[in-house]
Nanobody, 111 residues
Framework: QVQLVESGGGLVQPGGSLRLSCAAS????????MGWYRQAPGKQRELVAT???????SYADSVKGRFTISRDNAKNTVYLEMNSLKPEDTAVYYC?????WGQGTQVTVSS
């Protein structure tokens, strides 16, 4: 059974940083592309960043230069390092792999 468990969300001031983690189980982690999505209140879920099984990354324009996605295949974990956070980054962040979602972790950027 596939499980994705996110952690690392919280409340942070504008300009601050957070690091999200997503631990995967029940899969051969290293062969899968992984990603992070987010959903703000009243808005559709949107793609934030992806990382291929080979380590190639891509980002939404809104987070380029501020967010970094990475993976540790030995730990079956994907990360999202978020810097220079803005109030508009406030959302529930979801870990993704094809056909599976994590439960989400809340990120709130507010003074």
């Amino acid at each position: 059974q596939v499980q994705l468990v996110e952690s690392g969300g919280g409340l942070v001031q504008p300009g601050g940083s957070l690091r999200l983690s997503c631990a995967a189980s029940g899969i051969i982690f290293s062969i899968y592309n992984m990603g992070w999505y987010r959903q703000a209140p009243g808005k559709q879920r949107e793609l934030v960043a992806t990382i291929t099984n080979g380590g190639s990354t891509s980002y939404a324009d809104s987070v380029k230069g501020r967010f970094t996605i990475s993976r540790d295949n030995a730990k079956n974990t994907v990360y999202l390092e978020m810097n220079s956070l803005k109030p508009e980054d406030t959302a529930v962040y979801y870990c993704w792999l094809p056909n599976h979602w994590g439960q989400g972790t809340q990120v709130t950027v507010s003074s």
